[in-house]
């Protein structure tokens, strides 16, 4: 599979981006149209941003939720992987998972060309990037690392939760089990509105995007302040204060 590589002056290659699946191509292309994201191509791959994210409608049957990075040489970085996972050779890289059980997929081409905006602009809000529930924090930060993502940002593994990025700045969120009091969906995307995300979620509402979880957990008067809705192939999206 050949990636669509646009010649925007601005426009950079993009190693790490986001797969969802779908059962229905026409749906998924209409929800993420909805939400205001921005088709890139208009055939296979069908890559769509909201201004920071990229992400790829998959329709392959064989296609699941997860994360695809690209790179022409895999090989040293396959085989420090092979020390912590099982990894499978593909016709087109490899696949492998991580402790969330999240799949990974290991391209051996060229990423997407992609021009990142400052601020991300779907109805979802502000891209606050890639979220992880893991059985075991300290193996995810392992493979991570020997994927790039070797800068941490905030937290640990004794706090129970680490946020990483990448070169690229790719922000990727870890949480071990038990620290979310709410359905989780590996992987996800997380959008962090601050005071403006009942504002967010009421726009939602009106774009009659379906909500899979309302939560008021973390609100002391039991009101709905933070959601979690699904594309129609189940990547889940939280929507969320903070």
């Known amino acids: 599979m050949s990636y669509f590589r646009p010649s925007a002056l601005k426009a950079t290659e993009m190693k790490t981006i986001v797969q969802t699946p779908t059962p229905d191509l ?3 292309l209409s929800f ?3 939400l205001g994201f921005k088709p890139i191509t208009n055939s296979n791959p069908h890559l769509l941003t909201d201004g920071k994210v990229l992400m790829e409608v998959n329709p392959d049957r064989f296609a699941r939720a997860g994360i695809k990075m690209f790179s022409d040489d895999w090989g040293d970085t396959v085989d420090k992987l092979k020390e912590l ?3 499978t050779k593909t016709s087109g890289g490899y696949i492998l998972s991580d402790f969330s059980g999240a799949w990974i997929y290991l391209m051996n081409s060229e990423g997407p060309a992609h021009e990142v905006t400052e601020v991300s602009y779907s109805a979802l809000g502000n891209y606050a990037g890639i979220s992880l529930e893991s059985t075991d924090i300290q193996k995810s930060l392992n493979l991570f690392d020997i994927l790039g993502f070797s800068n941490i940002v ?3 593994v004794e706090q129970g939760f680490v946020v990483t990025s990448n ?6 969120s870890l949480m071990k089990p038990g620290a979310c009091p709410h359905l989780f969906f590996n992987p996800s995307l997380s959008y962090f509105n601050g005071t403006k995300n009942v504002e967010i979620i009421d726009n939602l509402r009106q774009l009659n995007i379906p909500i899979t979880e309302e939560i008021t957990h973390f609100n002391p008067n039991g009101d709905v302040d933070n ?3 699904r594309d129609p192939g189940g990547f889940g999206f939280f929507v969320f204060s903070d």
Do not use: K
């Open 32 to 34: 993420y149209s909805d």
């Open 85 to 87: 996972t099982a990894v």
């Open 154 to 156: 905030m937290g640990s």
């Open 227 to 229: 959601i979690i809705v």
């Open 26 to 28: 026409e749906a998924s």
């Open 167 to 172: 070169e690229e700045g790719t922000v990727l």
